[in-house]
């Protein structure tokens, strides 16, 4: 399983490592990852439940700039994927096993007190759905990165000290998979950032699935097997 984490399977890791089981998960015919358990999970004994996943409450260290991180994910306002609204809330659609969720996230406390929110607005009722979401929007935001090495190395340069005041409390954001973070890389080389961005919405919208919420349309990147075995002239619209 390429993305076990997307999976039941990371339910059942967290499960037996409460167990004291040695648990691997396989990545590839070459590769194998040890499993980290579910950084929300509580557990007590051999028994391992999802309070920060019930509630909605995810913590993370301070000082945590939700819309920062977003911004420097979206790269421009036209991303289709990534949605920052004035509302001051990141909708994120992202493909389960099960279907396609739509994912909201605010922060109703304040950059040096984050008290973080998700909350699945469309789709996956399952709890495996709903551990797989919170665990991919943990790793989008970088909400386990420890921000002090990054405040101490700012410190250490003082000419950018401007800088790190207008982005204080940013987390170095990641993609929801190795596909995704290759699909927003390779289309942005030699060319602006506009063209970029325009060129893997187009993508998005030809090849990844959507759903309708409200009235309006949100897009999940696409998946590998789907771009890979898409025709050629499909692509080059793109």
Same mark, same amino acid.
């Given at each position: 399983?390429?993305?076990?984490?997307?999976?039941? @399977?990371?339910? *059942?890791?967290?499960?037996? $490592?409460?167990?004291? &089981?040695? %648990?691997?998960?396989?990545?590839? =015919?070459? #590769?194998?990852?040890?499993?980290?358990?579910?950084?929300?999970?509580?557990?007590?004994?051999?028994?391992?439940?999802?309070?920060?996943?019930?509630?909605?409450?995810?913590?993370?260290?301070?000082?945590?700039?939700?819309?920062?991180?977003?911004?420097?994910?979206?790269?421009?306002?036209?991303?289709?994927?990534?949605?920052?609204?004035?509302?001051?809330?990141?909708?994120?659609?992202?493909?389960?096993?099960?279907?396609?969720?739509?994912?909201?996230?605010?922060?109703?406390?304040?950059?040096?007190?984050?008290?973080? @929110?998700?909350? *699945?607005?469309?789709?996956? $009722?399952?709890?495996? &759905?709903? %551990?797989?979401?919170?665990?991919? =929007?943990? #790793?989008?935001?970088?909400?386990?990165?420890?921000?002090?090495?990054?405040?101490?190395?700012?410190?250490?340069?003082?000419?950018?000290?401007?800088?790190?005041?207008?982005?204080?409390?940013?987390?170095?954001?990641?993609?929801?998979?190795?596909?995704?973070?290759?699909?927003?890389?390779?289309?942005?080389?030699?060319?602006?950032?506009?063209?970029?961005?325009?060129?893997?919405?187009?993508?998005?919208?030809?090849?990844?699935?959507?759903?309708?919420?409200?009235?309006?349309?949100?897009?999940?990147?696409?998946?590998? @097997?789907?771009?890979?075995?898409?025709?050629?002239?499909?692509?080059? &619209?793109?």
């Amino acid at each position: 399983e390429a993305v076990p984490w997307r999976c039941h @399977r990371s339910l *059942v890791a967290d499960a037996l $490592s409460a167990r004291e &089981a040695k %648990v691997e998960h396989i990545t590839s =015919v070459t #590769r194998s990852t040890p499993h980290r358990l579910t950084p929300f999970a509580l557990v007590e004994g051999s028994r391992v439940t999802y309070p920060g996943d019930e509630s909605g409450r995810f913590t993370t260290q301070a000082p945590f700039h939700l819309e920062a991180t977003v911004r420097l994910l979206q790269r421009r306002p036209t991303n289709v994927v990534d949605v920052w609204e004035p509302k001051e809330r990141y909708l994120r659609a992202l493909e389960t096993a099960d279907d396609v969720a739509l994912v909201e996230v605010t922060n109703r406390g304040t950059i040096d007190e984050p008290d973080v @929110r998700v909350t *699945v607005l469309h789709g996956s $009722s399952s709890e495996a &759905a709903r %551990v797989a979401l919170g665990q991919t =929007v943990r #790793r989008i935001l970088g909400l386990d990165v420890d921000p002090e090495p990054l405040r101490q190395l700012i410190e250490a340069q003082r000419r950018l000290a401007s800088v790190a005041v207008a982005l204080r409390g940013m987390r170095p954001p990641r993609f929801a998979g190795l596909f995704e973070a290759f699909g927003n890389v390779v289309p942005f080389q030699q060319v602006s950032l506009d063209a970029g961005v325009a060129i893997v919405g187009r993508l998005v919208v030809r090849f990844g699935k959507a759903l309708e919420h409200d009235g309006r349309r949100f897009h999940a990147f696409p998946d590998a @097997r789907v771009v890979a075995e898409a025709r050629l002239d499909g692509l080059r &619209a793109c």
